[in-house]
């Protein structure tokens, strides 16, 4: 055996002892949520503080990366948001909507829209996406993980120190049931039954809303933490990192509470292995590198920013899976649900369902901030009545199932670019959807699986027998559900439908993307002690949804610069 051949084996050997100890060292600390001791508003930070890592966004990543950082170093955790278990929508499967419909200025829910005409959400709130989002929790795939030059054992441990905390497996009830039968009879096979790994066929995936309907979100991870080790700042509002002044290695942010007040946190002096990381998300990270400097130089030079390192990928590669949906009026009632059966296809798309009682109300809240968006008033009058003369649909109370494609990867991509030197505006996005016609396809192709699964047995007993296929088709296209133009046969032509119709699904990524900004370690080139670890750093989305993987990339890196730290105080 060579040299270098020995050395891996002692690293892995090393690693994974260090593994089995931390697990047993740190399962006994813990505090549980809302975390008392150690998350507190920003505006009773100090004005100065040093850490020896400062993890700037409590999202998906960050919860997990600082929960596992705490059990060998001094962690700062910056959250430009707030807990989430005082906020009564997040907490329960029955406030999914009303937290996406909250426009107010401290919403959890940062609504914005895209170049593209398609409104988002950013999250804002400590846990992040998982606070927000339709639930769904399951694993990336072997190949996934393989060409992101991972090791599959430590990624194995860490979904299951994830999944320990937050992922239950769902109660199917009638539609979900009648969908997977559905998507079965459509040919998407096998039957995987339930799983969290991400195979091809039809299965039940989990979930972070437990049988009660309770969600479970990131900032549980923190349950994890050590409370003497690590510092939860809320509402803090990172403006700039801090480099050393001669040379580009991060020693610190620059943030701001909510009353305006600005603090410094920096890095202690004296270990090489201190740094800091950027968990901000796709929106966040690549945002915040450009403000402080590293980015395209011409964008920054236009925004009067001074140019420290000419990176011009940071902001590219941005990509949104596009998803489009048909809505299944129900003639009985269906359960409360959302993501809980997927069908993962060959051609590049993933069926998945939700079910719930609507109401006018309810659609008239979230069409609201359509037209806020495009300066359009439709009355509730107006919304009642097109639908009553046009689909026959009573929409005092309406049971309904919706039934989603959504596109992988995707392979169209656009770009983000500062708006102004505010971290507080969101910047200018682009995604392009369908800019690449292997998106489109894959669209098409999924729409018409979902055609199957509508004639199939299974969903018969559920659908109106007097609106057929192309009904709904036109009942979804007559739906404010984006900014974009449409066109009288979207019902008729799949690919127009696709564009037309297109939203967002909450899992886009890339800006900050590894071998481009950042290396296979996420620590960006060209700087020291600064890395990214969040889902800018994508190439595509994981699995159907990104959000297990993200917590799991986060305990994962935690391990492995625990273990670096680990080994370099020992030379």
Request: glycine share 8%; with cysteine; hydrophobic share 40%.
């Amino acid at each position: 055996m060579d040299h270098h051949c020995l050395w891996t084996s002692l690293s892995h050997a090393f690693l994974f002892i260090f593994v089995i100890i931390f697990f047993f060292a740190s399962s006994s600390i813990s505090e549980k949520a809302p975390y008392s001791t150690f998350a507190k508003d920003a505006t009773k930070a100090q004005p100065k503080t040093s850490y020896d890592y400062i993890v700037v966004g409590g999202g998906t990543s960050g919860c997990a990366l600082a929960a596992t950082l705490s059990h060998g170093a001094k962690v700062l955790l910056l959250e430009r948001g707030d807990l989430p278990y005082g906020i009564p929508s997040i907490n329960t499967i029955n406030g999914f909507l009303d937290t996406l419909a909250n426009l107010s200025p401290t919403s959890a829910s940062q609504t914005f829209v895209s170049t593209d005409g398609v409104v988002n959400q950013r999250a804002r709130v400590l846990g992040g996406g998982s606070a927000l989002n339709a639930g769904f929790f399951t694993r990336a795939s072997a190949d996934f993980v393989n060409k992101a030059g991972w090791d599959p054992t430590l990624v194995k441990e860490s979904y299951e120190w994830v999944e320990k905390k937050v992922a239950f497996e769902p109660k199917v009830l009638a539609w979900q049931e009648a969908v997977k039968d559905g998507l079965l009879e459509a040919g998407v096979l096998p039957n995987n039954g339930f799983t969290y790994e991400h195979i091809y066929g039809t299965k039940v995936g989990g979930s972070i809303f437990d049988q009660s309907g309770k969600r479970h979100t990131a900032a549980d991870l923190l349950e994890y933490a050590d409370p003497s080790n690590i510092t939860v700042h809320l509402n803090a509002t990172v403006h700039q990192i801090l480099f050393k002044p001669n040379e580009l290695r991060a020693r610190g942010v620059l943030y701001e509470d909510m009353n305006g007040k600005k603090h410094i946190a920096l890095l202690n002096e004296g270990s090489m292995s201190n740094e800091v990381i950027l968990s901000a998300g796709t929106l966040g990270s690549p945002q915040l590198l450009m403000l402080s400097g590293i980015g395209p130089s011409k964008h920054l030079m236009g925004h009067g920013i001074k140019v420290l390192l000419d990176q011009p990928m940071v902001g590219q590669g941005l990509s949104d899976n596009p998803m489009n949906i048909v809505l299944v009026p129900s003639r009985k009632p269906v359960e409360i649900s959302l993501i809980e059966v997927v069908g993962i296809t060959r051609f590049g798309s993933f069926i998945e369902s939700a079910s719930a009682h609507i109401n006018l109300p309810l659609l008239q809240e979230m069409g609201s901030k359509f037209g806020l968006f495009a300066n359009q008033n439709t009355s509730r009058d107006e919304i009642k009545t097109f639908f009553q003369h046009r689909f026959n649909l009573d929409l005092s109370g309406l049971d309904a199932g919706i039934i989603l494609e959504k596109v992988t990867g995707p392979l169209s991509f656009g770009d983000l670019e500062l708006v102004s030197k505010s971290p507080y505006e969101n910047p200018k996005v682009t995604f392009n959807y369908f800019n690449d016609p292997r998106d489109l396809q894959a669209c098409v192709e999924g729409l018409q699986t979902i055609v199957k699964v509508l004639e199939s047995k299974p969903l018969m007993k559920f659908r109106d027998p007097f609106l057929p296929v192309r009904d709904l088709l036109a009942l979804v296209a007559a739906l404010p559900l984006n900014l974009r133009p449409r066109h009288v046969n979207a019902p008729f032509d799949l690919e127009q439908y696709c564009k037309d119709t297109v939203m967002t699904i909450w899992h886009y990524h890339g800006g900050c993307q590894v071998d481009r900004v950042v290396d296979r370690n996420y620590k960006v080139m060209g700087v020291g002690a600064l890395r990214v670890i969040d889902s800018s750093t994508l190439l595509y989305s994981p699995g159907t949804n990104p959000q297990a993987t993200m917590m799991m990339l986060g305990r994962y890196m935690g391990i492995k610069m625990l273990g670096e730290r680990l080994a370099t105080n020992r030379k």
